[in-house]
């Protein structure tokens, strides 16, 4: 082995090494915000200084595979092609992110009815500290919702109140939503859903009411925290409806 792709190997191994430390600082980054160990501005600073990192250990890695192949057989080549894969999970993730991030509009609040968007009861001590407010932002906020996603529109089930009820609270526990309160008579289900990685909590209410043909369904999905939601609202929204459906 020659000095040249001696020195090739070593740049193979500082790569993959820093790009399992990016790896696990950008799963840290959510775990530990979820625990209640570092608040939001530090989770956002690991997830960006991983993607950082990555892109340095991503290149570290290449390089180090080429000169494992052309100047040494091969030798040395598993790390560096560990490093290359786990650089780009670790590159990949936020720039997914922050594509979304660049296509969805600056709001939080979706709700198929933007005139008379459902109003929360049961969740509101549990919003009670939250930055988001609970009330609907009014028309510019509808505006920018039907501009992004004009598929968000109202349900009518062919069906009678109390079976619609059903169907929609049994919806709502499909999607894993931790229910609040339900009350059939007023045609309310409220409940709190989680997102996977930082645990952030969205609040739903589902509103029913009688109309011709049936029973016209209404959700609204509104974040606690941040400004944009990056279109996770109404990605609910549409789950919901399909499984209603």
Same mark, same amino acid.
Request: hydrophobic share 45%; with cysteine; aromatic share 8%.
């Given at each position: 082995?020659?000095?040249?792709?001696?020195? $090739?190997?070593?740049?193979?191994?500082?790569?993959?090494?820093?790009?399992?430390?990016?790896?696990?600082?950008?799963?840290?980054?959510?775990?530990?915000?979820?625990?209640?160990?570092?608040?939001?501005?530090?989770?956002?600073? /690991?997830?960006?200084?991983?993607?950082?990192?990555?892109?340095?250990?991503?290149? /570290?890695?290449?390089?180090? $595979?080429?000169?494992?192949?052309?100047?040494?057989?091969?030798?040395?080549?598993?790390?560096?092609?560990?490093?290359?894969?786990?650089?780009?999970?670790?590159?990949?993730?936020?720039?997914?992110? $922050?594509?979304?991030?660049?296509?969805?509009?600056?709001?939080?609040?979706? !709700?198929?009815?933007?005139?008379?968007?459902?109003?929360?009861?049961?969740?509101?001590?549990?919003?009670?500290?939250?930055?988001? !407010?609970?009330?609907?932002?009014?028309?510019? &906020?509808?505006?920018?919702?039907?501009?992004?996603?004009?598929? &968000?529109?109202?349900?009518?089930?062919?069906?009678?109140? !109390?079976?619609?009820?059903?169907?929609?609270?049994?919806?709502?526990?499909?999607?894993?939503?931790?229910?609040?309160?339900?009350?059939?008579?007023?045609?309310?289900?409220?409940?709190?859903?989680?997102?996977?990685?930082?645990?952030?909590?969205?609040?739903?209410?589902?509103?029913?009411?009688?109309?011709?043909?049936?029973?016209?369904?209404?959700?609204?999905?509104?974040?606690?925290?941040?400004?944009?939601?990056?279109?996770?609202?109404?990605?609910? &929204?549409?789950?919901?409806?399909?499984? $209603?459906?």
């Amino acid at each position: 082995m020659t000095p040249a792709s001696s020195a $090739l190997r070593y740049v193979a191994l500082i790569g993959c090494v820093l790009a399992l430390l990016c790896g696990l600082a950008l799963i840290t980054s959510g775990v530990g915000y979820r625990c209640g160990w570092w608040g939001l501005g530090l989770a956002f600073k /690991m997830l960006r200084w991983s993607a950082y990192g990555g892109v340095v250990a991503g290149t /570290m890695s290449v390089v180090g $595979l080429v000169g494992a192949w052309l100047g040494a057989g091969g030798h040395g080549a598993k790390p560096a092609l560990l490093g290359v894969l786990v650089s780009v999970g670790v590159v990949g993730m936020p720039w997914t992110q $922050l594509q979304r991030a660049r296509r969805a509009p600056r709001i939080h609040d979706i !709700t198929t009815d933007t005139e008379h968007p459902p109003a929360f009861v049961a969740v509101l001590p549990l919003r009670a500290t939250a930055p988001n !407010t609970p009330e609907y932002g009014g028309p510019e &906020i509808a505006a920018q919702q039907r501009a992004a996603y004009p598929d &968000i529109q109202p349900i009518v089930l062919p069906l009678a109140p !109390t079976e619609a009820f059903q169907r929609a609270l049994g919806a709502a526990r499909e999607m894993g939503w931790e229910i609040v309160a339900t009350d059939s008579a007023a045609g309310r289900i409220e409940a709190t859903a989680t997102t996977f990685w930082y645990g952030f909590k969205d609040d739903v209410v589902i509103r029913l009411t009688l109309t011709d043909g049936g029973t016209r369904v209404d959700v609204r999905s509104e974040s606690r925290v941040g400004g944009s939601d990056i279109g996770t609202n109404a990605r609910r &929204i549409r789950e919901y409806v399909k499984r $209603l459906q």
